[in-house]
């Protein structure tokens, strides 16, 4: 028997509330601005979108997009800053390519992003974790590791944190580039959070650092437009520019995406991309503020803060394994993300994520009633 089509990465059987993924709900998709963008630029005249594409990304583009970032970040921004990729995903991966070799030390943050360990894998590299706190990494652990090991880079995710939730002050990015400098270690700022802000805006970027030939800040379109453009950007110092836009993949398929780009183009041009960050802040924002009452109301053993922006919640019951909670929480009609997932050292066993991205007020609402039963038994 054929195996069945598959068009989406994840599938959650009818019924089934799974708080614990993280990809945008499929309303949030914005199909009808898109339609109207394609139609506008492909009735233009010009195909140069249908061709191989300039290594660092179509051009007019990247003078929309550092349009569109400059007033939004606060300082100026050049389209010869900005790389054009293929979502954050890629970029990292390329990256790994380009600046580590097999069996290199990498340094993350503890919790973090679980997918990035399995891009850091890939390049068979040896992962060295930062505890965390409210303010992101712990400075006084990072100096301590920096005494014993020699990272190629910290990847890191400095604003409303996937999965913790939590943001890295101005002040503290500033002794991160220190260190790097002085070390000699790049930062690779993950910043697809940066505009999903709701009670509290965060410091600006890391495209604010890129002086630093250490810095590399990478962001994408997939939590403000779609994950399936993949599409993204990624802005760092000329020196490693140069790197990017001479790597052998760009050489043989030129830059990225092309054709998506010359649509999301028309979409940032017409003030599109501007009205779907408004919308995902206001909706999202809300669910944040229902699963927040939700949570303190049904499940009083909970341990979190607020996120004051991004997807995600960042739970601990002590004395749970979440593990466990995932499995019994089956039978429930719901899920979460256990912390083990999100550690490089198979720790944070009593912690775990929910997300606000995929589900309305009233599913939230349902599936954290169904978590507060499933924690009765
Ligand atoms: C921190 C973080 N980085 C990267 C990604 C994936 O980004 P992209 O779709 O741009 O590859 C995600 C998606 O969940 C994420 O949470």
Same mark, same amino acid.
């Given at each position: ?127 060295? +974790?930062?505890?965390? /706190?409210?303010? %992101? ?7 301590? &590791? $920096?005494? =014993? @090991?020699? *990272? ?125 960050? +408004?919308?995902?802040? /206001?909706?999202? %924002? ?7 009452? &939700? $949570?303190? =109301? @049904?499940? *009083? ?77």
């Amino acid at each position: 028997m054929s195996t069945p089509l598959q068009t989406v990465q994840t599938y959650i059987p009818p019924g089934f509330i799974d708080l614990g993924v993280g990809n945008p709900q499929p309303e949030l998709l914005p199909l009808p601005m898109l339609r109207n963008a394609a139609q506008d630029r492909l009735s233009r005249g010009d195909n140069d979108f249908l061709q191989y594409g300039a290594e660092q990304g179509d051009g007019y583009f990247r003078d929309a997009l550092a349009k569109f970032l400059a007033p939004r970040y606060g300082f100026p921004v050049s389209h010869d800053d900005l790389f054009v990729t293929a979502g954050n995903s890629s970029a990292l991966d390329i990256l790994c390519g380009l600046f580590t070799n097999p069996g290199d030390t990498v340094f993350v943050e503890e919790p973090t992003y679980f997918l990035a360990l399995r891009i850091f894998a890939d390049h068979d590299l040896n992962v060295v +974790s930062i505890p965390t /706190d409210e303010a %992101g990494p712990v400075m006084d652990d990072l100096i301590h &590791a $920096l005494g =014993e @090991h020699r *990272p190629k880079f910290f990847y890191i995710i400095p604003a409303f944190q996937n999965p913790g939730g939590h943001t890295i002050p101005a002040e503290r990015r500033k002794e991160l580039v220190s260190l790097a400098e002085h070390h000699g270690f790049l930062i690779l700022a993950d910043e697809v959070y940066q505009f999903l802000a709701y009670t509290q805006d965060a410091p600006q970027p890391f495209g604010a650092h890129i002086r630093s030939d250490r810095v590399v800040a990478m962001n994408s379109f997939s939590k403000i437009l779609a994950p399936g453009l993949r599409l993204g950007w990624t802005q760092a110092h000329p020196s490693i520019m140069q790197r990017l836009n001479a790597c052998g993949l760009l050489d043989s398929g030129g830059g990225m995406n092309p054709f998506t780009s010359a649509i999301v183009q028309a979409l940032i041009e017409n003030g599109g991309l501007d009205k779907n960050i +408004s919308h995902l802040v /206001d909706v999202l %924002g809300k669910r944040v503020q229902i699963m927040d009452a &939700a $949570l303190r =109301e @049904h499940l *009083p053993q909970a341990r979190f803060t607020t996120p004051h922006g991004g997807y995600f919640f960042w739970i601990q019951v002590p004395g749970v394994d979440a593990e466990d909670l995932q499995k019994k929480a089956q039978a429930h009609n719901v899920g979460l993300r256990p912390g083990i997932r999100f550690s490089s050292r198979s720790g944070l066993n009593d912690y775990f994520r929910l997300s606000v991205s995929f589900y309305n007020e009233d599913e939230i609402q349902q599936g954290i009633l169904r978590l507060r039963d499933c924690l009765k038994t």
